[in-house]
T-cell receptor
Framework: SQTIHQWPATLVQPVGSPLSLECTVE??????LYWYRQAAGRGLQLLFY??????ISSEVPQNLSASRPQDRQFILSSKKLLLSDSGFYLC??????????????????FGPGTRLTVL | AQTVTQSQPEMSVQEAETVTLSCTYD???????LFWYKQPPSRQMILVIR??????QNATENRFSVNFQKAAKSFSLKISDSQLGDAAMYFC???????????????FGKGTLLTVNP
């Protein structure tokens, strides 16, 4: 069965410090991977998605970046954190399948999340 | 761009009773998927139920069922025989069925906080 891991679970960082959040998926190959952020009292906002190694698309301009160095590894980074970067970060994955040569995707499944507090 | 609206920020229900959470969405697409996710205090997002827009039959998963009204762009979640463990934030989400680009992303509503009273 497939599982998704995120670490760390909780992080407290000072303003201006770097950030690295990691997400890994097990039990599947070539998944689509996603980073979402959930601010307090709000829904989820897509930050980045990736359809393959080294392929990153950004949804929202910000001081965050993402990388996918391996098929099942997705990293969210920042060189200098801002107060507004505080929130709950969720990684998600879904499998991709092909039907008549057209790609399609399945339900997204989420990791346990990382709570980031920037002070 | 698609939007998802959950008009009930909070709802409460007595244990063993039934509650319905509302969701409306706006899209110009004809083929898409709709989801309900549950976020308990642990904050992990858990899939509750999924509906394909091309299917007229409403999806059902045990005590959870949906009322999907495509013309009205409405997608409500009914929880029957509510249990204490159902207490959580519930999010409605939309995803395009068309492949490529950001069509893969989920668009979420702002959520409904459900309280279950013993």
């Amino acid at each position: 069965s497939q599982t998704i891991h995120q670490w760390p679970a909780t992080l407290v960082q000072p303003v201006g410090s770097p950030l690295s959040l990691e997400c890994t998926v097990e039990g599947t190959s070539n998944p689509n991977l996603y980073w979402y952020r959930q601010a307090a009292g709000r829904g989820l906002q897509l930050l980045f998605y990736s359809v393959g190694i080294g392929q990153i698309s950004s949804e929202v301009p910000q001081n965050l970046s993402a990388s996918r160095p391996q098929d099942r590894q997705f990293i969210l980074s920042s060189k200098k954190l801002l107060l507004s970067d505080s929130g709950f970060y969720l990684c998600a994955w879904n499998s991709v399948y092909y039907d008549g040569g057209v790609s399609s995707t399945d339900t997204q499944y989420f990791g346990p999340g990382t709570r980031l507090t920037v002070l | 761009a698609q939007t998802v609206t959950q008009s009930q920020p909070e709802m409460s229900v007595q244990e063993a009773e039934t509650v319905t959470l509302s969701c409306t969405y706006d899209t110009s697409e004809s083929d898409y998927y709709l989801f309900w996710y549950k976020q308990p205090p642990s904050r992990q997002m858990i899939l509750v139920i999924r509906q394909e827009a091309y299917k007229q039959q409403n999806a059902t998963e045990n005590r959870f069922s949906v009322n999907f009204q495509k013309a009205a762009k409405s997608f409500s979640l009914k929880i029957s025989d509510s249990q204490l463990g159902d207490a959580a934030m519930y999010f409605c989400a939309y995803r395009s069925a068309y492949s490529g680009g950001s069509n893969y992303k989920l668009t979420f509503g702002k959520g409904t906080l459900l309280t279950v009273n013993p």
